[in-house]
């Protein structure tokens, strides 16, 4: 990082000091916070389902406040509620449990792409792991995948610059392993389906020793795939971790996950007009060595110690490295005139990344100016290598017949070489307070600054760039609980978006700033029914500016003009009707536009301002309605409404809205032993996850799953 930036960092961060290091540790009572799950209660992991109001969570805030005590909107989705319904991906875990989250998941994203509040992709979406955020290269992530090693999975709504830095003005989705555990844990699972299905998963846990503990999870998952030829998946995911109680008051835990996912080798069925006809719905136009496969490997080591009843130091050393690899022809477009396919983007690509860091802050609980105060101050620091080897510009072309063609073999008319090689340090500083002004009425405050450096190399178009994209983004917000069980909230926060992906930002997109937001949000929280009822609603306008569009007459150069915002409202209810019956709903209803964009097409400058933002719904709607009709069973019966898209700037291309009906009916066989029938888009609908103007990536069609779960 350049001298001025690194002196920018310490000198934000002595300011940020000041006012903290003057608060006196006055109060002894602790706060929940989400530490090193040394209890490693079975409870906690079987929490009940619902919105989880009253639960501690650190991805809204790292105060560890309950999303009641956040002046903003949270999910938190435990690993019981998941599993139970049978979504084994996280995608199918974030999509029909959070409220409003969309998936554009593609081969090309890692198939973990989501949409928020109208905002697209992972550069406005971003993706943690046990809260630290993974960076994107090329628009790419790919773990974690399997939902079997979750303790729980949280989505905060709305910009979340000033908690994990630029990248995050829709939001964010942190999947939260589980951890080691002092109580004895076993669980196992098998499970069988269509089209040659079978899964396979172990959990164990307990102590080892007094001062020991450790936690270990295992899945697989194979099938043939519901499309032919070439359309089987296959993965593995290992998550091990062990604990050790150094101290009363210092916990160590080092852990290591890894995935390896070969997913189907499919990327989209081509439009004959506007729609995907029944006939090529179950056909893979893939060529015969297609290959797809991504290998990651994360490591943590996280230390906690809490020297008094008032400061918590938390400190997170992790290495992430992945390696990726794609070989595809990718589009497929049908030709009226013919009546044949032409396929086309022969790409060979690989990925090379390493992702090295740490976190420190500590927690300091006192008073402030007579009030009662919470303090959170850190820093996190990166350093990410990352490169592709590609087959740039992803030539040659092949017509086929769509009922009867033979798949052929990769053309590759440039060679696979080295491409682009990056090399990133990034540095930040952030600090939170919560000041309880009353009983009833607080104050939540966050500030943060940023300043990766970026290096990157294009070596076979010889050119190179280096520069800090820095940024600062803050958060302020209000919560007044006038009772113990309403809280009604406010907050205004900024944000802060990279121009692609930050690690693999582009030579044209260099010479520009990061692009930049806001949000207003007001809402409600509470409960009702002596607990049995949560509900939330929340109201927002978000505004992003500094878009990129191409100069006119000049395609390959860009400007930074434009802006995109939206506004919205969101509600959940999730209410224990009686002892049998049960019911979960959220609903996301929203206006997104292109406030200010444009782009050359053909010579000619074309202005898309007020058309709807490309992969993003103006409605997305789950509902989730259980019944335990009999003892020791329980059915349950999922609703995931999503409403149309367009494909395209100008809104001529559109993906229609689509409604799954999925279902489970759990049989308690013995106390340790449960029996699994899932169904999954009951009504067989057609409907399409990502696409383009050519071809759409379709979503499975209906399927049954028959899974044994037992504990012991």
Sequence with gaps: MPAQSARRATTLA????????????????????????????????????????????????????????????????????????????????????????????????????????????????????????????AGTVTFPFDTWSAERIEVLRGPASVLYGEGAIGGIINVVPKKPSFVP????????????????????????????AYRLNLSGNRADGWVKPDGDFRNIALSAAVTWRAAPDLSVTLSHDLGYNEPARYWGSPLVGTRVRDRLRFTNYNIQDSQIAWFDNWTQLRTEWNPSPDITIRNTAYRL????????????????????????????????????????DATLRGSLLGFKSTTVIGFDVNHIDFRRDSNAPFGGETFVDPFNFAQGRFINLAGTRTDIVSRTRQASVFAENRLELTPQFALVTGLRYDAPNVAVSRPLAGSRFEKTFDSTSYRVGAVYTPTPDLALYAQYATAAD??????????????????????????????????????????????????????????????????????????????????AWRIEANTALLRARYDNFAQTIGGALLSFTGKVPVDVPQRVTNVWLSYAFAPGWVARLGVNDVGPVFSDFA?????????????????????????????????????AVSGNGNSWLLGRPRSVELAYHVTF
């Design 651 to 687: 809104n001529t291309v559109k993906r229609p809205a689509y409604t799954l009906l999925n279902a489970t009916l759990d049989w308690q066989v013995t106390p340790t032993s449960r029996l699994s029938l899932r169904g999954y888009n009951l009504t067989d609908q057609l409907y």
């Design 321 to 360: 490295s992945t390696e990726r690899h794609w070989r595809d022809v990718e589009q497929y477009t049908y030709q009226p005139a013919t009546g044949l396919i032409r396929r086309s983007d022969y790409i060979e690509i690989f990925h090379h990344e390493e992702q090295i860091g740490n976190r420190l």
């Design 14 to 137: 002595a300011t940020l000091a000041a006012p903290l290091l003057a608060v006196a540790p006055a109060c002894a009572e602790e706060i929940a916070l989400d530490r090193i799950d040394v209890a490693g209660a079975r409870g906690r992991e079987q929490a009940a389902a619902g919105l989880n109001l009253a639960t501690p969570s650190r991805s809204g805030s790292r105060l560890g406040l309950t999303p009641l005590e956040t002046p903003a909107s949270l999910d938190i989705i435990s690993g019981e509620t998941i599993r139970a319904r049978g979504q084994n991906t996280v995608e199918e875990a974030v999509t029909q449990n959070a409220v409003g989250i969309t998936s554009i998941g593609a081969p090309g994203n890692g198939n973990l792409a989501f949409t928020s509040r109208g905002f697209a992709g992972a550069g406005s979406v971003q993706q943690l792991y046990d809260g630290t955020r993974l960076y994107v290269g």
């Design 498 to 579: 990279p121009l692609g992906s930050l690690i693999t930002t582009s030579v044209a997109q260099s010479q520009f700033q990061l692009a930049t937001g806001e949000q207003v949000e007001a809402g409600a929280k509470g409960l009702f029914d002596g607990g049995r009822g949560e509900w939330t609603f929340a109201a927002y306008h978000i505004r992003k500016d500094d878009l990129l569009t191409p100069i006119p007459d000049r395609p390959t150069e860009v400007a930074q003009v434009g802006s995109q915002s939206s506004r919205g409202v969101e509600v959940a209810v999730a209410y224990q009707l009686s002892e």
């Design 185 to 212: 844990i076993g669980e196992a699972r098998a499970a069988i389906g269509s089209d040659g299905l079978a899964r396979l998963a172990l959990d164990s846990g307990g102590p080892v020793g007094e001062d020991l």
